[in-house]
Nanobody, 121 residues
């Protein structure tokens, strides 16, 4: 069982930066791939980024590639999402998830409660 708690969201102007954190409980954090998804009002939850258990491999949605960076610290049971050059279309609730390495919500068994990111133009 893994419990996930996101933090770091907020209001930022376009072009600004934020770093999201997701702290996991339990001793099995390093057993899971970790991902970030986001959901804007009236839209489906969409994949943002994923990182393998060891942190060696990452994969990004085209919409955030080159602007966002996912990383993890297995010693701290934490995954991060560094977001640069933010755009108004990045506005959404951001969720972290633990599961199997993929871009699909279906392979992730554990989800956080989400943190709101709002980018003003």
């Amino acid at each position: 069982q893994v419990q996930l708690v996101e933090s770091g969201g907020g209001l930022v102007q376009a072009g600004g930066s934020l770093r999201l954190s997701c702290a996991a409980s339990g001793r099995t954090f390093s057993s899971y791939a970790m991902a970030w998804f986001r959901q804007a009002p009236g839209k489906e939850r969409e994949f943002v980024a994923v990182i393998r258990r060891s942190g060696t491999y990452t994969y990004y949605a085209d919409s955030v590639k080159g602007r966002f960076t996912i990383s993890r610290d297995n010693a701290k049971n934490t995954v991060y999402l560094r977001m640069n050059s933010l755009k108004p279309e990045d506005t959404a609730v951001y969720y972290c998830a633990a599961g199997s390495y993929s871009g699909s919500t279906h392979t992730y068994n554990y989800w956080g409660q989400g943190t709101q990111v709002t980018v003003s133009s």
